[in-house]
Antibody
Framework: EVQLVQSGAEVKKPGESLKISCKGSGYSFTSFWIAWVRQMPGKGLEWMGIIYPGDSDTRYSPSFQGQVTISADKSITTAYLQWSSLKASDTAMYYC??????????????WGQGTMVTVSS | EIVMTQSPATLSVSPGERATLSCRASQSVSSDLAWYQQKPGQAPRLLIYGASTRATGIPARFSGSGSGTEFTLTISSLQSEDFAVYYCQQYNGWPPHPFGGGTKVEIK
């Protein structure tokens, strides 16, 4: 079964660092892009960035460039989203998602279950 | 960056009626447009890609149309399980590939 399994919920304080994960299984991890999507409480979906684990090519939305870092470790088929200094406004559900075609971007048909990040003092 | 605009923000429809949702791109995205459904507490689900191709397992009452900058998602006869939020997303060319702001389909 093709699936993405994300790490568990996190509660952090402002200024702390964080790295959440998304483990892919059941498919060729290095052949598909993996994207990260933010959903703030009660709000819509925001495309943050995407990585191709095969060569670590990474693209960011201008809104998130410099605010987060996306990476991947193909040896353990896992993608990551990390922050060096969290803010209260980073409180959100974060999803990883995989497009339906290898090497392309055609619609995300596989989604992780989401990781809730809460940042509060 | 291409901006995706969905309308209306909320659509009130009675069960069994037709729902028509719109999505507009700020510049042409050809047919590189996907639609998603999201229910509370769940991850989004892919409904349509290529503007008009239903994803695996999606009922025929869901249909997509359009190309260029104007797109439509039609739900021909709303079932109780269809009340949800719907998002469009363009994936033309290289990233970023933004989503629209969403349309909430609620029971009238």
């Amino acid at each position: 079964e093709v699936q993405l399994v994300q790490s568990g919920a996190e509660v952090k304080k402002p200024g702390e660092s964080l790295k959440i994960s998304c483990k892919g299984s059941g498919y060729s991890f290095t052949s598909f892009w993996i994207a990260w999507v933010r959903q703030m409480p009660g709000k819509g979906l925001e495309w943050m960035g995407i990585i191709y684990p095969g060569d670590s090519d990474t693209r960011y939305s201008p809104s998130f460039q410099g605010q987060v870092t996306i990476s991947a470790d193909k040896s353990i088929t896992t993608a990551y989203l990390q922050w060096s200094s969290l803010k209260a406004s980073d409180t959100a559900m974060y999803y990883c998602a995989r497009p339906r075609g290898s090497g392309g971007f055609i619609g995300f048909d596989i989604w992780g279950q989401g990781t809730m990040v809460t940042v509060s003092s | 960056e291409i901006v995706m605009t969905q309308s209306p923000a909320t659509l009130s429809v009675s069960p069994g009626e037709r729902a028509t949702l719109s999505c507009r791109a700020s510049q042409s995205v050809s047919s590189d447009l996907a639609w998603y459904q999201q229910k509370p507490g769940q991850a989004p689900r892919l409904l349509i890609y290529g503007a008009s191709t239903r994803a695996t397992g999606i009922p025929a009452r869901f249909s997509g149309s359009g190309s260029g900058t104007e797109f439509t998602l039609t739900i021909s006869s709303l079932q109780s399980e269809d009340f949800a939020v719907y998002y469009c997303q363009q994936y033309n060319g290289w990233p970023p590939h933004p989503f629209g702001g969403g349309t909430k389909v609620e029971i009238k």
